[in-house]
T-cell receptor, first 109, second 114 residues
Framework: DAKTTQPNSMESNEEEPVHLPCNHS???????IHWYRQLPSQGPEYVIH???SNVNNRMASLAIAEDRKSSTLILHRATLRDAAVYYC??????????FGTGTSLTVIP | NAGVTQTPKFRILKIGQSMTLQCTQD?????MYWYRQDPGMGLKLIYY???????DKGEVPNGYNVSRSTTEDFPLRLELAAPSQTSVYFC?????????????FGEGSWLTVV
């Protein structure tokens, strides 16, 4: 399975945008890029996913590099409730979901 | 919306005891998973199932067993509990092998082995 690399931790001020990076230089052409987040004492929850094009939903935006070797999760206005561990995951058809250690996001009031 | 339901939420076991963590999903998903998460770490895949009657090992299967007799249920059995199995356990499910499918998690089961 292709691997992802994320910073261990990031900080953001409340109400400001947050850009969470993920490197996946060995991504295959059929790997989807998934983002999940895990709030304290909860199971991970879906944030967004994409294949080639940038994606937007009510929670976030996903910007995918043209060569697909990196992606960025964008939270447009961080709130205290966005403090969580964010996981970037690659999944190919038929493969399983493998979680790394993710990026721990701290939101400063 | 029930989604993925795990029981029990909390449990304390003595070394050598056995127990079963229950997991049920009501989304008619074919794929189900068990993960464990140690403090400050990411999730590690224990076992997974792609359908009733089919199970396979993940990254850390030692000390655990699973079965999948129905689409809805995927219990995880701990035999001869050890302190190293103290962890938070998450059950999850997804529709099928499609790479764009979303995975849904239960709320977790906190297990302590003393």
């Amino acid at each position: 399975d292709a691997k992802t690399t994320q910073p261990n931790s990031m900080e953001s001020n409340e109400e400001e945008p947050v850009h969470l990076p993920c490197n996946h230089s060995t991504i295959s052409g059929t790997d989807y890029i998934h983002w999940y987040r895990q709030l304290p004492s909860q199971g991970p929850e879906y944030v967004i996913h994409g294949l080639t094009s940038n994606v937007n939903n009510r929670m976030a935006s996903l910007a995918i590099a043209e060569d697909r070797k990196s992606s960025t999760l964008i939270l447009h206005r961080a709130t205290l409730r966005d403090a969580a561990v964010y996981y970037c995951i690659l999944r190919d058809r038929g493969n399983q979901f493998y979680f790394g250690t993710g990026t721990s996001l701290t939101v400063i009031p | 919306n029930a989604g993925v339901t795990q029981t029990p939420k909390f449990r304390i076991l003595k070394i050598g005891q056995s127990m079963t963590l229950q997991c049920t999903q009501d989304m008619n998903h074919n794929y189900m998973y068990w993960y464990r998460q140690d403090p400050g770490m990411g999730l590690k895949l224990i076992y997974y199932s792609v359908g009733a009657g089919i199970t396979d090992k993940g990254e850390v299967p030692n000390g655990y067993n699973v079965s999948r007799s129905t689409t809805e249920d995927f219990p995880l059995r701990l035999e001869l509990a050890a302190p190293s199995q103290t962890s938070v356990y998450f059950c999850a499910s997804t529709q099928d092998r499609g790479a764009g499918n979303t995975i849904y998690f239960g709320e977790g089961s906190w297990l302590t082995v003393v």
